[in-house]
């Protein structure tokens, strides 16, 4: 099964473009990166530049309207993920607790959808040879 | 269910959750005070009781991993009093400091290095000793290393819990009589021994990769399964190029686990199947480890790499390739070339062929598998049959090849593929007015 372990920082929705986390932060967070990478389960991290550095799409009627950030009313926004490969939500939740996260920051555990839960026509949509 | 019953089953999933992350090092930790697996193994599960015991009533610990070593460790060292091994042991302990002195510089800067590593790689080593047979090593392996239970393996491999937990029992009484070290083996030993331990974890894999829809669930895992214990075996030896190429290999050939059959369960050839379906993210981590086992080998060039990186380089080839038609042929049978000279066999060499005809046309590779005809070990290998039956297709020899995937459907074990080889048989035509 796969999770993502979605970073949320509070405080980020309002940080500057180029804003970086401080040096002290980023070695443990490295330590934890590593300890995921020699337990095999991890499959890939990112961080992300902050939303005042980016952009949101929203629709309308099928018409797309482009909004640049900071969008004042987000009060949560994604600082970065984690994707593994465990066996349960639960080795998931346990990771994810290891995670030296500080007082301001929250992680929430999604899981990834497989092609193999889809149903049959869906599957086929995605490409799929038929029978 | 009640609120209390609710927050045990959460309490129990979550000790669950933290034994898979840990009873691997738990066990290795313990066999190196103990010096047996199968003891390590009854100390460790002693530990997860106590824990399952105390636990849901404390909470589980800030380091779960440190409280269960501990006690872990507590009832090791009770258990070499009580089995009066402690002075064993103090000779044990005398011999290794003797032969560390011993030793070369280097060996000793590596025995200072990472406890927990170390003890967990000694413990890979033993679990897949070449004393045990390799059904006894997998079994070994996924019960030391994996944290499956008895009836996880049985199922991944299609038997009776029963015989697995047979084949565990006699696999730890194995190692205990042949007196097998708990040690990493050193020198020339030790690149033939990692063999090994390469061996099993790709024997996993392929048990997984095998697997037809309609299976247990529990053997696709098996590529998971196997995944990781090649990415924990990379970064404990971040040397050994063919660790690498072993991890690269497997990251690509899992990438192609979701297109490899139909929607009714029928499997797809690589040729045929939908790329889109192909996991971009394990081909990226397949390319990474591939540079790695190129970075860790004696020359960067594929020339000096192992088989595994090179069947990962060739897998490679085709990860490469968005469409079928744009697959770098030529570059596979350059890879195959080199291949054969360092594992050769009459396998590779058919691979090669197949290569060659994509590449020079079909001519060239009837060739060399017609010199293959004369091979014992490839008279019933049904994928002979069938690679001659395309090629004589493809050369506009329709009669023969008919007879070639008839040869090659009554040679296969496999239903499915029975199915396949028969139908192409029928395809090529031929009916009573010839």
Not at chain 2, 82 to 93: D, F, T, V, W, Y
Not at chain 2, 239 to 268: D, T, Y
Not at chain 2, 287 to 306: W, Y
Request: hydrophobic share 45%; net charge negative; glycine share 8%.
């Amino acid at each position: 099964m796969r999770f993502m372990m979605l970073m949320i920082p509070k405080g980020y929705e309002a940080a500057a473009p180029g804003t970086m986390p401080p040096a002290e932060h980023v070695a443990a967070m490295m330590k934890y990166n590593e300890q995921l990478t020699k337990a095999g389960v991890l499959l890939a991290l990112d961080g992300l530049h902050p939303p005042s550095a980016g952009a949101r799409v929203t629709f309308s009627g099928g018409k797309p309207t482009v909004t640049d950030g900071p969008f004042i009313e987000a009060k949560e926004v994604v600082g970065g993920y984690w994707m593994i490969q465990v066996k349960s939500k639960a080795e998931a939740i346990e990771w994810a607790s290891r995670c030296p996260g500080l007082d301001s920051e929250v992680i929430e555990i999604r899981q990834v959808h497989e092609m193999s839960e889809f149903p049959p026509d869906v599957q086929e949509a995605a490409g799929r040879l038929k029978p | 269910m009640t609120a209390t019953d609710t927050h045990q089953t959460d309490i129990h999933k979550s000790i669950d959750a933290v034994w898979r992350i840990e009873s691997a090092r738990i066990i290795a930790g313990l066999a190196r005070i103990v010096r047996d697996v199968g003891i390590a193994e009854e100390l460790a599960q002693d530990s997860l009781v106590a824990a399952l015991q105390q636990w849901p009533e404390s909470g589980i610990p800030n380091n779960p991993g440190a409280w269960l070593m501990a006690t872990g460790k507590h009832r090791a060292i009770d258990y070499l009093r009580r089995n009066k091994r402690l002075e064993q042991k103090h000779e044990i302990i005398g011999r290794e400091l003797e032969e560390r002195q011993d030793a070369a510089a280097e060996e000793i800067e590596n025995a200072m290095d990472d406890d927990v590593g170390d003890d967990l790689l000694r413990l890979i080593f033993t679990a897949c000793h070449p004393v045990l047979s390799a059904e006894a090593r997998a079994a070994l392996t996924l019960r030391l290393l994996g944290g499956l239970t008895t009836d996880e393996i049985a199922r991944a491999f299609l038997t009776r819990e029963a015989t697995i937990a047979q084949r565990i029992v006699r696999a730890k009484r194995t190692l205990a009589e042949a007196e097998v070290p708990f040690e990493v083996p050193r020198g020339a030993e030790f690149t033939a021994r990692l063999s090994s331990v390469l061996g099993v974890i790709y024997l996993i894999f392929n048990e997984g990769y095998t697997a037809t829809a309609g299976d247990d669930w529990m053997r696709p895992e098996l590529c998971h399964d196997a995944l990781r214990l090649g990415r924990i075996l990379a970064e404990l030896t971040p040397n050994e190029s063919e660790v690498h190429g072993l991890v690269a290999l497997m990251e690509i050939q899992a990438s192609r686990l979701g297109a490899r059959a139909g929607a009714s369960g029928e499997p797809i050839l690589l040729f045929d199947q939908n790329r889109a379906l192909w996991d971009h993210l394990l081909i990226h981590r397949g390319f990474t480890a591939l540079a790695r086992a190129q970075r860790t080998a004696e020359s960067p060039f594929l020339q000096s790499v192992g088989p595994y990186a090179l069947q990962a380089a060739i897998a490679a080839c085709h990860a490469r390739a968005h469409t079928a038609a744009e697959t770098d042929w030529a570059r596979i049978v350059e890879l195959y070339g080199m291949l054969a000279e360092v594992a050769p066999s009459p396998i590779v060499e058919l691979n090669r062929a197949v290569a060659v005809g994509m590449a020079s046309g079909p001519q060239a590779a009837l060739e060399i598998v017609d010199e293959l005809r004369e091979e014992p070990a490839m008279q019933n290998y049904h994928l002979l049959w069938s690679v001659r039956g395309d090629l004589l297709v493809k050369l506009g020899r329709n009669e023969e090849a008919r007879g070639e995937f008839e040869r090659a459907g009554s040679l296969t074990e496999n239903a499915r593929e029975r199915e396949l080889m028969l139908a192409r048989a029928y395809n090529c035509g031929g009916d009573a007015n010839d």
